[in-house]
């Protein structure tokens, strides 16, 4: 007994130092000069990549990506699976991505194949949207049937910055900590001078007017009814889930005038986007109006639900460091459930008053953020998750069969899409 004894308190003993150790190095973490920061190992053979923090700590580790320097918000993201539908997800445009998932790249990067609308299968956009991708682990050997080339290929390829080799737990204790930063993404032997750093912050930019349409494009032309995709930055997969529900969709430009069109539409839908919503003024305005003289279904998805929310009188705020990811919980308001939804967005609206004639929708149940918005008697709401997920959970993707049946509905029934000329011009007055 006194050995065993002896043993047991041997062991504690080592157990209480190595949670010591460990807690001090995650405390250490946040140090700026901390070697887990700068001496990290990089695989012999592979450039040096170092990602800077405007706040002033430095990452060093491998480049796997294209030897060029950029500068975006560093973000992090807590999605396993799904990097290619997320780096390619316009609302990740010009941002920093940080994957919490140690492995990435271990199952390549797959073929460029469209489907029926001619709508690329496996990606959210035509290209990569973020700015640069900071990883754990990056898999040097990929292995699936449908990948045609490595995470690393298709970065170089399209000229994306990567590093590999970080800590990304001290990091995402970083950004929790202190929100989402302004970052700076370099390759070369050593980390750039504070001169060299022109810091530039992406949010203070339209990106809703770079990533959307330049032009009006048709997709599903026999669909039944005739749905406006308003273009913030929208997911592929927005126009298939309406598309796959028999919609003919019109994706037009952010800024497009909707409302000399609007009484051609059988409902209008508001995309996702990247950056601030303050910038998308015409597309408030216009979506204020719409409230006034339109009859059927409005429904916004993230971007979409923010402008929708500040169209109602509503404000707009930025969050700590986001939520993004495929696990945020969110509560249905209507009925009590809960949901698990794939989210991406570092802005929310202030619902703490509701204006007159709105409600909440959905509450986020971890931080208790807005997601989501309805009106009391039009058919006008919208969420700031993502219910076409890819990737992610599918939960909520009825809410995609709910919004074309509400709008085939309308037109069967023969709700005119906007009121009667005379009427709408006082409501707008």
């Known amino acids: 007994m006194p050995i065993l ?13 190595k949670v010591a150790t460990s807690l001090a190095a995650r405390a250490f973490a946040s140090a700026a000069d ?15 990549a170092h990602l800077q923090l405007r706040t002033g700590e430095t990452f060093t580790g491998g480049s796997f990506g294209a030897p060029t320097a950029t500068i975006g918000e560093t973000v992090f993201t807590t999605s396993l699976v799904g990097y290619p539908e997320s780096m390619t997800d316009p609302s990740y445009r010009g941002q920093l991505l940080v994957f919490t998932q140690p492995l990435i790249g271990n199952y390549g990067v797959p073929r460029r194949t469209r489907d029926q609308y001619g709508l690329l299968k496996h990606f959210e956009s035509e290209q990569i949207q973020c700015s640069g991708v900071v990883v754990s682990d990056y898999a040097t050997k990929y292995s699936h049937w ?23 737990r001290a990091l995402v204790h970083i950004l929790r900590g202190q ?15 504070a001169e060299a750093i022109a810091w530039a ?16 494009r048709v997709f599903n032309p026999e669909g039944d009814v005739h749905v406006a995709l308003i273009d913030c930055g929208a997911k592929y ?17 952010w800024n497009h005038d909707i409302s000399a069109s609007l009484h ?5 839908f508001i995309s996702n986007g990247p950056g601030s919503p303050a910038h998308c003024t015409e597309t408030i305005g216009q ?21 929708m929310g500040m169209a109602a009188g509503l404000n707009a705020y930025k969050l700590r460091f986001g939520n993004r990811g495929h696990n945020q919980p969110a509560v249905d308001l209507t009925n009590g459930k809960c949901v698990i939804t794939s989210q991406n967005h570092g802005y929310a609206l202030d619902d703490a008053q509701m204006p007159e004639g709105w409600a909440r929708y959905y509450v986020n149940a971890n931080d208790g953020s807005n997601e989501g918005i309805r009106h009391v008697e039009k058919p006008f709401r919208s969420v700031q998750f993502h219910p076409e997920a890819k990737g992610g959970p599918l939960d909520t993707g009825y809410l995609f069969a709910e919004f074309v049946d509400s709008v085939r509905a309308a037109k069967q029934a023969g709700i005119p899409a906007t009121l009667p000329e005379d009427v709408a011009q006082a409501a707008t007055a």
């Not at 449908?146 to 990304?168: K, Q, Y």
Request: hydrophobic share 35%.
């Open 34 to 48: 901390s070697p887990l920061h700068t001496h990290y190992p990089v695989v012999p053979g592979s450039l040096t």
């Open 264 to 268: 051609t539409y059988d409902g209008v």
């Open 179 to 193: 929100g989402s930063t302004l970052g700076s993404l370099s390759v070369g032997a050593q980390p750039l001078g």
């Open 5 to 17: 004894s002896a043993l047991s308190a041997t062991a504690a003993r080592g157990a209480t130092k």
């Open 201 to 216: 912050d992406p949010n203070t930019e339209n990106l809703v007017a770079q990533a959307s349409t330049p032009d009006v």
């Open 287 to 307: 979506l204020r109006q719409a409230f006034s003289v339109y009859q059927r279904p409005i429904f916004g998805i993230c971007m979409g639900n923010q402008l």
């Open 146 to 168: 449908n990948a045609v080339e490595s995470l690393s290929e298709w970065c170089e390829r399209e000229g994306v910055p990567a590093i590999t080799g970080v800590d990304t």
């Open 237 to 253: 997969n927005i126009i298939r889930s309406l598309c796959d529900q028999g919609a003919r969709v019109s994706l037009v430009p």
